[in-house]
Every structure is written in C-alpha cells, then in structure tokens.
C-alpha cells in the first residue's frame, strides 16, 4: 500500500510542478484530499513556520525593491561586471551567490541575469557558461542565507541537538561557496566558443539579430531617494537574525513567568523560537523601509518579488503538508527500509534530499519534510548539516523560473534545454556544485562541529 500511495505523492508533485505557479501548491492538496478520504491518513503538522518565513522574508525583500534599493544593489552589481567583462564567468556566479546570501532568495537576481548575459554576449564569451553557474550559484546560496526558509527551518531541527545559527552558517557559506567555485571551473570550456558556434555564426549575418545583441539592457533613470537607506535597513534586519540566531542567550526568556505557556512562537523551554524572531524582525524591516525612505504599502504589494512570495507560499504550504502527510503515516516503514544503511553511510541520505528537491522545486520544503526523518533515522546533526546543500535539485528538471529566465536572457541562444530535457544547460554546473558542497560540507563539519 505504500507503492500506492508514493506513487500518488510523486503524481502530485510531477503534475503541480508541470503546472507551474500554485501548481504545487494545489496538486499537494488534491494528494491530501486522496490521503485522507481513500487512505484515512491522519493530517500532518502543517508547515506553518516556513511559509510565514517566507511570507516574511520576500515580503522585506519586495519592500526593498519599492524603494529602489534593489536597483541600488543591481547598479553595484552591473559596475563589478562590466569593469571586468573578461571575468564574467567568475564575477557573474560570485554576485549571485551574495545576493542570494543576502536576501535570503533567488528571485532578487532577476535584474542580474540580463547584465551577465549582455556583458557576455559584448564580449564574446558564451553566455551559457556564466549564465548556468550564476543561476546554480543563487540557489546554493538559500542553504548559506540566515534570512532564508530553509536554513530557519534546518535551524529549528536541530537546536534541540545544541546547534545554533552560527553552527550551520560556518560549515554551509564555505561549503556553498567552494561548490560555486568548482563549479564554474566546470563550465570554462562548456559548449562551443561564439566565434567557432556555427548556429551563432549563422545568426550574426541578420543586422537585426546583430542590432538586438548589442543593445543595452543598462539601468536608466535616477534612484529613488530613499534606495540606499532601504539597503542599509534591511543590511540591519540580517544581521539582528545572524546575531539573535547565534546567540539566544541576548532573547528574553518566558520560563519563569507566572501562567507561562508554550505556544506557536515560544518553545517549552520559554525561549522565542527563531523562526518567530526571523518573522518580527524582517517585517519591522519593511515597515522601517516604508517609513523613513517613504515608500507606500501600494508600491511593496505591486512589486514583482511579493507575487513571488504569494506563489512560494502556496507552493510550500501544499507540497510539505502532503509530504509531512505520508511521511507521519509511513514513519515506521520507512525507518525499517532506510535505517540501517543511512546509519552506517549517513551520507546516502543525500540523494533523498537531492531527489525530493528535484521535484518539489523548493529548498525549505525539502528541509522541512525530510530533515526531520534524517534525525529520526539515527543520522548525527552535524551531518545533516554537511548533508544540507544536497536540498538543492530544483536544477535537474529545468522548470524552475530562474532557469526559464536565464534562458530568455541569453539572445545567442547559447543557454538552451536539450533535446531530451535533461541535456540543458543547467545539469553540468548543478551537479558538481552541488556533490562538491556536500563533500566540503562534510569535512567542515568534521572540523567545526
């Protein structure tokens, strides 16, 4: 009956990530529906704590993006890339990767990707090798962030086990950063020169075509007045969470209050949960940015970034509750099959974690639905820890919309989806980046923790 029923979750996913969007989102809740009424499975724990992260976190990041400060971060980025053209390759992965790292998603590098492809294109430099890695780099960067879902969410699992914000960020920012850089020397010598492509060669005899390749996608226009506060702002907000997320001790304790009770914020130990800091924080953030660079409510919910968030939130809301679903109603068995050899080999775990993302296209719902099993499998919390980069699949089957996007950019068409869907462009840089995180991520750990 399991058979049956994996295959019901696997539907689910497949269909919703097809259909791009919410379509994970409602997919999941058409595979809890089934679960329920033909299965009578009892619902899981909803992931309640991910999706108000998120929620909060891109809702911050949109309100930046109101008030010009991503345009600010862009302009800084596009200065770097376009005094050093002839590294884009190196430049263009490293940027993303900050980005990523500081605003806790990937979407923010919407406004980068165009800069790599053109200052690519200008220099004649295959705008797939840095387009690919820069993409694959943005993603890694999720599990470094201390403002992002899944390292909130990694951090909730295992501060029971001692660990802190801090334990995580020094083995992933470094694990993360050295797969960024094997990675991009994977790509250095990926696909044809420009100058010996002969698809490329071909489309240079269209004026149109050549008019349209050197066009600038450039910035224009002042910045918004309050561009820089807003950075510096949000700068503030990411680091109260590194401070309040390495040291709780610096959070006020509820345990000896009279009539004190545990709740949805506050653990059994009267210590506020991270996730809960990580919410206030980062929506005093946008309420500041609102304020002092006068920004209005109406610019934030029109940005781009906060219809991102609706769309993840659902997203995570119906994949991680159907997941969590089955996995509650399965525990026993799946304990029985993957327990031994995960003991022995904890790093096996890592392709559960990498196969999972790769389906549910999201890093804090693959944290969520499977680190817990990690932990109740016997896997050490250091290792889960190593093993945390290895959530990062959402590159193997190229639905992703930074991918699409990276793609679109790319007027060389270097930056393609092969014939048989999982030749793209993408599948190179992924895989190394990723197997090479995790590999660091486990002699770090070993060294660190």
Same mark, same amino acid.
């Given at each position: 009956? #399991?058979?049956?029923?994996?295959?019901?979750?696997?539907?689910? #996913?497949?269909?919703?990530?097809?259909?791009? *969007?919410?379509?994970?989102?409602?997919?999941?809740?058409? &595979?809890?529906? #089934?679960?329920?009424?033909?299965?009578?499975?009892?619902?899981?724990?909803?992931?309640?704590?991910?999706?108000?992260?998120?929620?909060?976190?891109?809702?911050?990041?949109?309100?930046?993006?109101?008030?010009?400060?991503?345009?600010?971060?862009? =302009?800084?980025?596009?200065?770097?890339?376009?005094?050093?053209?002839?590294?884009?390759?190196?430049?263009?992965?490293?940027?993303?990767?900050? %980005? !990523?790292?500081?605003?806790? !998603?990937?979407?923010?590098?919407?406004?980068?990707?165009?800069?790599?492809?053109?200052?690519?294109?200008?220099?004649?430099?295959?705008?797939?090798?840095?387009?690919?890695?820069?993409?694959?780099?943005?993603?890694?960067?999720?599990?470094?962030?201390?403002?992002?879902?899944?390292?909130?969410?990694?951090?909730?699992?295992? =501060?029971?086990?001692?660990?802190?914000?801090?334990?995580?960020?020094?083995?992933?920012?470094?694990?993360?950063?050295?797969?960024?850089?094997? *990675?991009?020397?994977?790509?250095?010598?990926?696909?044809?020169?420009?100058?010996?492509?002969?698809?490329?060669?071909?489309?240079?005899?269209?004026?149109?075509?050549?008019?349209?390749?050197?066009?600038?996608?450039?910035?224009?226009?002042?910045?918004? $007045?309050?561009?820089?506060?807003?950075?510096?702002?949000?700068?503030? &907000?990411?680091?109260?969470?590194?401070?309040?997320?390495?040291?709780?001790?610096?959070?006020?304790?509820?345990?000896?209050?009279?009539?004190?009770?545990?709740?949805?914020?506050?653990?059994?130990?009267?210590?506020?949960?991270?996730?809960?800091? #990580?919410?206030?924080?980062?929506?005093?953030?946008?309420?500041?940015?609102?304020?002092?660079?006068?920004?209005?409510?109406?610019?934030?919910?029109?940005?781009?970034?906060?219809?991102?968030?609706?769309?993840?939130?659902?997203?995570?809301? *119906?994949?991680?509750?159907?997941?969590?679903?089955?996995? /509650?109603?399965?525990?026993?068995?799946?304990?029985?099959?993957? &327990?031994?050899?995960?003991?022995?080999? $904890?790093?096996?775990?890592?392709?559960?974690?990498?196969?999972?993302?790769?389906?549910?296209?999201?890093?804090?719902?693959?944290?969520?639905?499977?680190?817990?099993?990690?932990?109740?499998?016997?896997?050490?919390?250091?290792?889960?820890?190593?093993?945390?980069?290895?959530?990062?699949? /959402?590159?193997?089957?190229?639905?992703?919309?930074?991918?699409?996007?990276?793609?679109? %950019?790319?007027?060389? &068409?270097?930056?393609?989806?092969?014939?048989?869907?999982?030749?793209?462009?993408?599948? =190179?840089?992924?895989?190394?980046?990723?197997?090479?995180?995790?590999?660091?991520?486990?002699?770090?750990? *070993?060294?660190?923790?």
């Amino acid at each position: 009956m #399991i058979w049956v029923q994996f295959a019901i979750l696997l539907a689910a #996913i497949l269909i919703g990530s097809r259909m791009k *969007g919410i379509g994970l989102g409602v997919m999941g809740m058409v &595979g809890m529906l #089934i679960f329920i009424l033909v299965f009578h499975m009892q619902p899981g724990e909803p992931p309640l704590e991910v999706m108000l992260i998120i929620l909060s976190v891109v809702s911050a990041a949109a309100t930046l993006q109101a008030a010009g400060g991503m345009d600010y971060l862009v =302009r800084l980025a596009e200065t770097i890339l376009r005094k050093n053209p002839s590294k884009i390759v190196f430049l263009g992965p490293l940027v993303t990767w900050v %980005f !990523t790292l500081f605003a806790g !998603t990937a979407h923010i590098n919407y406004s980068i990707l165009p800069i790599i492809a053109e200052v690519s294109t200008k220099k004649r430099i295959r705008p797939e090798r840095a387009l690919s890695i820069s993409v694959v780099a943005s993603h890694l960067a999720i599990m470094a962030s201390p403002v992002s879902a899944a390292t909130a969410t990694m951090l909730g699992i295992v =501060r029971d086990s001692g660990f802190q914000l801090v334990d995580i960020l020094k083995v992933s920012i470094p694990a993360t950063l050295i797969g960024v850089i094997v *990675g991009t020397l994977s790509v250095l010598r990926m696909g044809k020169d420009l100058d010996k492509d002969p698809e490329f060669q071909a489309k240079l005899k269209d004026p149109e075509f050549v008019k349209k390749l050197d066009a600038s996608s450039g910035n224009a226009g002042p910045l918004k $007045p309050g561009a820089k506060l807003s950075v510096l702002l949000f700068a503030l &907000g990411v680091l109260l969470i590194i401070v309040f997320g390495s040291f709780p001790q610096t959070l006020p304790n509820f345990a000896d209050v009279e009539g004190f009770k545990p709740n949805f914020a506050v653990g059994a130990d009267g210590s506020i949960r991270m996730a809960a800091m #990580i919410e206030i924080v980062m929506l005093t953030v946008s309420a500041a940015i609102i304020i002092f660079c006068k920004t209005s409510t109406g610019e934030v919910v029109k940005a781009s970034l906060f219809s991102s968030a609706a769309q993840a939130t659902l997203s995570v809301f *119906g994949v991680v509750w159907m997941s969590a679903t089955f996995m /509650d109603h399965n525990v026993a068995a799946i304990e029985q099959t993957l &327990g031994s050899m995960v003991r022995s080999a $904890p790093w096996t775990f890592s392709f559960a974690l990498f196969i999972f993302s790769m389906l549910s296209f999201s890093q804090a719902a693959t944290t969520r639905a499977l680190m817990p099993l990690g932990l109740s499998l016997g896997i050490a919390p250091q290792h889960l820890i190593a093993m945390f980069p290895a959530g990062n699949g /959402d590159f193997f089957l190229p639905g992703y919309p930074t991918l699409l996007a990276a793609i679109q %950019f790319d007027n060389t &068409g270097s930056t393609h989806i092969g014939k048989y869907l999982l030749n793209h462009s993408f599948m =190179r840089p992924g895989l190394v980046a990723v197997s090479v995180s995790v590999a660091a991520g486990f002699l770090l750990s *070993g060294i660190l923790l």
